[in-house]
C-alpha cells in the first residue's frame, strides 16, 4: 500500500495531505448501503469531528482476489486510487491514468 500511496503522493500532493492510510484485515461486518453484498476491496470515509479522511485496504479481500501474488501490488494500487478518487470527488484515471491497466 505504501508504494501506491507515494506514487500518487508524487501526483498530488496538496490534495492528499492529511489523509490517513491504514490496512485491515477485514472489513467491519456492517456493509455501507452502496455494497449490496459484496466484500469490499476498501473504503474511504471523509472526515468527521476530530478524524482526518481515511483509506482502509482489508488484507484478506485483496489477498483473497489474487491467485499468485503477483498481482497484489496492482490490485493494492488500483483499490487505493479508486477510494482516493472518491474523497476527491474525482474519477480514477484522472488520479492516475494508469488505473485499471496494470
Given at each position: 500500500m505504501l508504494d501506491a500511496v507515494e506514487q500518487l503522493e508524487r501526483t498530488w500532493p496538496s490534495e492528499l495531505d492529511g489523509i490517513e492510510f491504514a490496512v485491515?484485515?477485514?472489513p467491519p461486518s456492517d456493509p455501507a448501503p452502496w455494497e449490496h453484498g459484496a466484500v469490499p476491496l476498501?473504503?474511504?470515509?471523509?472526515?468527521?469531528?476530530?478524524?482526518?479522511?481515511r483509506?482502509?485496504?482489508?488484507r484478506r479481500p485483496v489477498?483473497?482476489?489474487t491467485g499468485d501474488g503477483v498481482e497484489?501490488?496492482?490490485?493494492?494500487?488500483?483499490?487505493?486510487?479508486?477510494?482516493?478518487?472518491?474523497?476527491?470527488?474525482?474519477?480514477?484515471?484522472?488520479i492516475d491514468?494508469?488505473?485499471g491497466g496494470s
Open positions: 485491515e484485515d477485514v476498501g473504503r474511504s470515509f471523509p472526515a468527521h469531528a476530530d478524524l482526518p479522511h483509506v482502509v485496504i482489508y489477498e483473497s482476489r497484489l501490488p496492482a490490485l493494492v494500487h488500483d483499490v487505493v486510487v479508486e477510494q482516493v478518487a472518491h474523497l476527491l470527488g474525482r474519477r480514477p484515471e484522472e491514468p494508469r488505473y
